[in-house]
Every structure is written in structure tokens, then in C-alpha cells.
């Protein structure tokens, strides 16, 4: 299994990071979320949006799914025909909100879009088995856990949350966790976590993790992530590192 980071930043752009965006390769490609910018990070990948036939979501907030226009259109412009999209509850009246603000896109692609209830799961998509969970936001969202088969590594991405223990258990045995660590200790923020919030979570849960990256930063971070690793190392000695856009992780060998 490969991750590649299409985008770490948030909402507040900072020109250095493209917005939230994950692509997993397996069997074949899938991108999770499609914030602003993705489709850029994307069709740097040898992968491309003509690549990718499906997207999973975790929830949606603009920073997670405003190039999803983009992506239907140059698809539609590369000659594909398809896209299937999963995500929670809600996600066929987003779609189909943005093909009403967009007339012209209608019927240009055949889509198929799936909802998730973490109940339901796991789930097999575009070859993964995805397990999902909710996770605490401010709207909807669904953390995943992505797996390929017996002996392989699970890859777990958390998608926006605050940092707790149930959370980290659901990474348990995985090799790569990818976290939210939208801001330094002293944003009064909730919603997401903190270093010292998020370091308390992986010190206190019962989980066995490989490696933890940290993702969804806000300008705030800019400058700040020695002090940031400091805060977390405080109380969790494991693994960690910032993710950065360009990144890619084999997680077979992980």
C-alpha cells in the first residue's frame, strides 16, 4: 500500500500547502477527500485524476471537498466516463447540490455514490477493506482504517477530530496513523486537537501504532513544530512526525 499526501494544509491557505487530500494505492488508486488545491497535488502523481475512478470522504467541509467540481470536470475533459464517491451520511445531497450550482456538468459523468454507516462496515473499496468510525467534529465525519488482506499493515487517517482515546484504539496495530494537529497548544480550539491534547490520547489508549504523521495545519503551525513534537513528547514517546505535501509512505514496508 502506498499514501501519498496531496494536501496537509486547512482551510486558511498559506501558499506552501494544498488543502486536505489522501492518495491510497493498492489494487487501484483512490483519493480520500478533495479540498482546494488536490487536484493540483494529484495530477503531479504519475497516478493523475484520469487514474482515479473513486473518492472517499470523510466529511464535508469545504476544505475537504471544494475541488470535487474540478475532478468530475477534468475527467470529463480527459475522456472518462465514471466516478464512484463514498462518504457519509449526506454526501448524495452535496453532489447533488454541486451539480445544480453546475448545469452543465450534469449527466457528463456516470456516478454512482455510496453512503457509509460505520455499522455497515467494513467495506470493500476500490480493493480496500475500510473500516470507518465518527469521530468528534463539528459536523459529521468518519475516521477510516484501510486494509489489504491478512499480513498487511493497516493504515488508519483520522480526518478532522479532536483527539481521543476511542480514536487511537481504532488505529490499533496500525502502521501509519495520519492525525489532525490543526494548532499549537495555546488556540483555543475545539473541534480539532491540540499537541498536548492529542499527545494525552496516544499516551493513554491501548493501541500499538507505528508511526503517527500530523496533518490539517493551520497557519498557526507555521514555524512552531519543534515546540509542537515537544508538547506531544511530553506525554507519548512514540513515532512522530509532520506529514508535508509531496510526501509519499510505503506502508507495506513501514
Known sequence: MQVRFLGTGSAMPTGERFQTGLLVEGEKPLLVDCGSGVLHGLARTDVGYEGVDTLLLTHHHLDHVSDI???????????EESLTIYGPAGTEELIEGLLDTHEYMQDRLDLEIHELDPADGPFDIAGFEVDAMETRHSMHCLAYRFER?????????????????????????????VHDCSFPDEVDVSNHPT?????????????????????????????????????IADAYDGDVRFARDGLSLDISGA
Open 69 to 79: 467540481p474540478v475532478l468530475m470536470k477534468a475527467r470529463w475533459l480527459a475522456g
Open 149 to 177: 488482506g491478512p499480513g498487511s499493515p493497516p493504515f488508519v487517517f483520522s480526518g478532522d477530530s479532536e483527539a481521543f482515546e476511542e480514536l487511537i484504539e481504532f488505529a490499533d496495530g496500525a502502521a501509519v496513523l
Open 195 to 231: 499537541p498536548t491534547s492529542l499527545g494525552t490520547a496516544l499516551a493513554d489508549a491501548d493501541a500499538e501504532i507505528g508511526r503517527v504523521y500530523l496533518t490539517h495545519l493551520y497557519p498557526h503551525t507555521e514555524g512552531r513544530q519543534e515546540e509542537m513534537l515537544d508538547a
